[in-house]
């Protein structure tokens, strides 16, 4: 199963931003909507079964009150379909028409009663009104096949736009939605086609690719009204949905997690500063074949892999650097227009010239090596990340030390790269030397496990040099308990930054300058500068990725 391909029709229209409004007081929804509109969006749409004891009569004008900064939904759904309301349906149809004589742009009735609906209406809908008819599945996202003969049923009705809802088990049920959408599309039905939950997350971004009619937004976390909801404000401005057209190419983070990824507002604002028009996504999955063969048009047209992909991307792919290779790990995938794919591994180029800069920042060193040189170097970690801070500390002239949970790894990789192995226990009491650099390659410490740390604070006092992957948070318990032992503290965003940068040229076709520079520094909320030089003499030769 193959995502759509995109084309753009004569009557393209941009997909519209709705915030979905859940205050329980009239009047403070009524100020939701202004505060929907100050946001940017487009639609409101009003939730009136969350309004406590609500009474439509009473009620009402004071929702659609002239003069309103947004158009307006009303809806009242149904407990049966995930809403508050538990009476009967003919108070309900009361309701929904009283909101169309007063003005309500558009009203949403679920697809199971249209028919009584309708019979009720028997020609009161005022023609100013949209219906919208909608039908949710809470349990799965059934085939394209089964989707497109709902679509079907559903414009017999009478419904001016179509509105299916699933819910996604996997991201490539994603897939199967904007297959509906582009069909749509294609004859010119409005169609409104989101999935839900994490998983189906991108639908709720890339349906303005496939010519939804709307997306629906919270106005702030905390508020949404179903699982996988955005927020207004990331979807303008984080995701930046207004730019998002059929030939938008699609780029994102692959892995499990990403949600805490950094990754999409960095590379969204630099594609924004140099008018490419494309899209960094967070991609939540477990297989990576799966998703690569399900995601498989041009349109999407690169990757980064994150945990837990990074040696399994190397089998995916139709062409590797030789860096990668030789690590036996990929953090970046680019589809080439010919759809192959070629994989890349620059972790150890972003990381390491982070720990380099950092000690060059705070230590006297000779400007002409590289101060790894000849200094102990310990990896804690032996999957893709670690593999990726051996190998590049091994070609900077470092003694590598390999710690892993499972002794067996360590003892593999440090066979490979000519270094020793160590047990998690055994680093504990490991002090050979002054002056040793210590990286973390594990996720622990990682959000929301910010407790954890992957070495004592007493045996932290035997490191010069602490360097932590980890970004979220930026400052982790071991970098704070290595500071508190007197150590140089080198933080994952600073390993980010560079990594974004270069991986940004791969995905652009070689776009970079000082602007997008600049914008990546802010976007990643990095405030020295002083280190981008030597980034941007990374070898013109390596390729992308990004430690998310």
Not at 71 to 94: C, H, L, M, N, T
Not at 344 to 355: F, H, Q, V
Not at 466 to 486: H, S, Y
Not at 528 to 545: A, E, I, N
Request: net charge negative; proline share 6%.
């Amino acid at each position: 199963m193959a995502t759509a391909a995109t084309s753009t029709p004569a009557a393209w229209q941009p997909t519209l931003v709705c915030a979905t409004l859940t205050a329980r007081v009239p009047r403070e929804m009524a100020a939701e909507v202004d505060a929907a509109a100050a946001l940017g969006a487009d639609v409101a749409e009003l939730q009136v079964g969350c309004l406590d004891g609500f009474e439509p009569r009473r009620d009402l004008p004071v929702l659609l009150a002239q003069p309103r900064p947004l158009p307006v939904i009303v809806s009242y759904r149904p407990k049966w379909e995930g809403g508050q309301y538990a009476g009967e349906d003919e108070p309900r149809f009361e309701a929904l028409l009283l909101a169309m004589e007063l003005g309500a742009e558009y009203v949403d009735i679920e697809f199971k009663v249209v028919d009584k609906f309708m019979k009720f209406l028997f020609g009161k809908k005022p023609q100013n009104c949209k219906l919208i008819v909608s039908a949710y599945d809470y349990e799965s996202t059934p085939s394209v096949n089964e989707l497109l003969n709902l679509v079907a049923q559903i414009r017999t009705t009478g419904a001016d736009i179509v509105k299916i809802l699933t819910t996604a088990a996997d991201i490539v049920d994603a897939s199967t939605m904007f297959q509906v959408l582009a069909h749509c599309q294609e004859k010119q039905v409005p169609i409104i086609g989101l999935v839900m939950k994490e998983q189906g997350f991108i639908s709720r971004i890339l349906c303005a690719k496939y010519g939804g009619y709307l997306t629906f937004a919270s106005l702030e976390k905390g508020k949404e009204s179903a699982p996988g909801q955005p927020t207004v404000s990331d979807l303008i401005n984080k995701y930046k949905i207004r730019q998002i057209g059929p030939d938008t190419k699609v780029f994102g983070i692959i892995g499990n997690p990403v949600s805490h990824s950094k990754s999409p507002i960095v590379q969204n604002q630099a594609f924004r500063s140099v008018g490419f028009d494309a899209v960094f996504l967070p991609f939540l999955s477990d297989d990576l074949v799966k998703f690569l063969s399900t995601f498989s048009a041009p349109d999407y047209a690169g990757f980064s892999c994150t945990m837990p992909h990074k040696e399994t991307a190397l089998r995916c792919c139709d062409d590797v650097d030789p860096i990668a290779r030789d690590i036996g790990a990929i953090n970046t995938i680019i589809r080439r227009p010919d759809g192959k794919l070629v994989g890349y591994n620059t972790d150890y180029s972003g990381a390491i010239s982070a720990i380099e800069d950092g000690i060059r920042a705070s230590q006297p060193t000779d400007s002409t090596t590289s101060p790894l040189a000849g200094r102990l170097f310990v990896v804690i970690g032996a999957g893709g990340a670690g593999k990726a801070l051996a190998y590049g500390a091994k070609e900077k002239g470092a003694r590598v030390v390999i710690a892993n949970r499972t002794f067996a790894r360590a003892q593999e990789l440090a066979n490979i790269i000519g270094g020793t192995a160590l047990t998690l226990s055994e680093l504990e009491n490991y002090h050979p030397e002054e002056g040793m650099i210590l990286a973390n390659a594990t996720s622990v410490g990682m959000h929301p496990n910010v407790d954890e740390i992957p070495l004592s604070k007493e045996a932290l006092k035997s490191y010069a040099v602490v360097f932590d992957a980890v970004f979220v948070p930026r400052e982790t318990r071991l970098l704070r308990e290595a500071a508190a032992c007197g150590a140089t503290v080198i933080d994952g965003l600073e390993m980010l930054i560079r990594l974004v940068m270069v991986q940004f040229k791969l995905f652009t076709g070689g776009m970079t300058d000082n602007k997008v520079s600049a914008d990546i520094m802010v976007s990643a909320k990095m405030v020295p500068v002083v280190h981008m030089s030597s980034f941007l003499l990374l070898p013109q030769r390596l390729g992308s990725t990004v430690f998310d």
